[in-house]
Nanobody, 121 residues
Framework: QVQLVESGGGLVQPGGSLRLSCAAS????????MGWYRQAPGKQRELVAAFTTSGSTNYLDSVKGRFTISRDNAKNTIYLQMNSLKPEDTAVYYC???????????????WGQGTQVTVSS
């Protein structure tokens, strides 16, 4: 199994910045891709930023130029640097890891517990 622990959410004024972290721990799960989703109240969960299986990055159009996903492989951690935050960025942000169970060979997705980001004056 793998556990994903997120941190870094909070309350920030419009135009401010936050950095989210997601640390992966555990074994028996080969991670192929990681990234961030978010879900605002009354809305569907949407992909914000991710490293794909090929190592490239994808971003939601509305966050391009403002958010940056990065990783520290030595720490098994990914980050989401969020700049120029807007009220519409308010949501619960979830880290995910897509990979293969080494016990069964089955693909799967693991999720973090979510961290609240609130952008408000």
């Amino acid at each position: 199994q793998v556990q994903l622990v997120e941190s870094g959410g909070g309350l920030v004024q419009p135009g401010g910045s936050l950095r989210l972290s997601c640390a992966a721990s555990g074994s028996l799960f080969s991670i192929k891709a990681m990234g961030w989703y978010r879900q605002a109240p009354g809305k569907q969960r949407e992909l914000v930023a991710a490293f794909t299986t090929s190592g490239s990055t994808n971003y939601l159009d509305s966050v391009k130029g403002r958010f940056t996903i990065s990783r520290d492989n030595a720490k098994n951690t990914i980050y989401l640097q969020m700049n120029s935050l807007k009220p519409e960025d308010t949501a619960v942000y979830y880290c995910y890891a897509h990979g293969i169970s080494l016990a069964t060979g089955d693909p799967g997705v693991r999720w973090g517990q979510g961290t609240q980001v609130t952008v408000s004056s």
